[in-house]
Each structure stands twice: as C-alpha cells, then as structure tokens.
C-alpha cells in the first residue's frame, strides 16, 4: 500500500487551483476500502466514504457511519440521513452542489465516536477536502466540530454561526439525530437550517 502521508503534509489545505483527477479520487477510495490503521477496519462490513457531487460546493462532514451506513457503505443513508437530506433540499441545494461523508470512516461498536479512528483517519478526510475543494464546510454534530474547530466549543454557542477557516467557509449545525431527541434541539436544527439557506442564497450557491 502506498505511504500515507502525514497531518503536516495534507493540511493547511490547497487552494481551490489544485489539479485534480478522477484517478486520483479512485486512488483514495481504494486506499480507504483497504485500510486497516485502526481497529474499526477489521469490524466493518463496508466503510462509508462519501456520497454526492466530487464538486461540491458545500461538504457536509458528519461523525461516523452507523448500522445502515456500514451496511450500504454510504454516509447518511439511515434515519439521520433523511432529516439531512430534507435540510440540504430546503435550503435549494442541487444535487450537483453538495457531497456528504463522515470523520470517521469505519462503523464505530455501539456507534460511539473514536478519538482513536478520528485521529488515524484523519489524513483520508483531509485528503477528500483537499479533493472536493468545497466552498463551505458544514459539521454536523459536536464530534465532527471538533475534529476541525475545537476552538469554537462549545456545541451550543458555535452552532448556526458562520466563520472563515482556511479559506473555506465553516458553518457548524447540531446532528441531524440529535434533532430527532428533542424538540429544543428540532427547533435548533430548523432554525440553523434557515440561516444555512440565508447564507447559501446570498452567496449565490443555492
Ligand atoms: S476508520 Fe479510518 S483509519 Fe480506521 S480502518 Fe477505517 S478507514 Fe482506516
């Protein structure tokens, strides 16, 4: 398997000028599909690495796959990824103009986060951005912002809040699950969602 590179050599991020090729993208792909850095890759049915346009104009980043995750190997495709999908068609995106994948790649045991798999999975979600090159990045629940921005912690006062971050926009939101817990948290999840929309029509990406 090729050497995988560091933190230091895939972040900061490259600017939006880089060349990038389907070749490479498979490269990744493959890369992931055989990975083995942590534990979770021996517990896996599939990894779920990414769903949506590879020219995204906004990425959303959640935690980790769950159950239906693991099964399909798609990020998003269980109960959480059908409130997602409502948001990302409110707030009028097409589906040529956002992508969704997770931190983590591999199904974690009782779908609890890895600090572990987050920090050796962690050159691969680089290494997609760096690919995607999306506009904006939207995190989806406290394990995926911290896994950018721990700085802006915590959940409740960085959620719905817009920020530059190495030349990308960043948009922190609560997980789409956790909207599903409570109706102080559905009401969060709507409101955010309508300043994301705000956000995105005065920029012009929906
Ligand atoms: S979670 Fe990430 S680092 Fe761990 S085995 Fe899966 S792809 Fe590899």
Do not use: Y
């Not at 896996?44 to 906004?58: D, E, M, T």
């Not at 915590?154 to 817009?162: D, E, F, K, R, Y």
């Amino acid at each position: 398997m090729p050497r995988l590179p560091t933190v230091d050599e895939v972040w900061p991020l490259v600017p939006r000028t880089h060349r990038r090729s389907l070749a490479e993208w498979t490269r990744l792909n493959r890369e992931i599909d055989r990975c083995r850095r942590c534990p979770l890759g021996d517990l896996r049915a599939h990894p779920a690495i990414h769903r949506g346009s590879l020219r995204p104009r906004v990425l959303f980043v959640g935690e980790a796959p769950g159950a239906a995750e693991d099964r399909a190997g798609l990020p998003f495709v269980g109960a959480a990824g059908k409130r997602l999908d409502q948001l990302i068609h409110g707030v009028g995106l097409l589906e040529s103009e956002f992508a969704v994948l997770n931190v983590i790649k591999c199904r974690p045991p009782q779908n609890r986060f890895s600090l572990e798999a987050a920090e050796a999975c962690r050159p691969f979600l680089a290494r997609q951005i760096e690919f995607l090159q999306p506009m904006m990045v939207v995190t989806l629940g406290v394990s995926a912002l911290s896994a950018f921005r721990p700085d802006l912690l915590p959940m409740t006062a960085a959620a719905g809040h817009i920020s530059r971050w190495r030349g990308l926009r960043f948009f922190p939101m609560i997980h789409p699950a956790a909207a599903a817990r409570s109706l102080g948290f559905l009401r969060r999840w709507k409101r955010d969602g309508k300043t994301l929309a705000s956000i995105l029509a005065r920029l012009g990406a929906a």
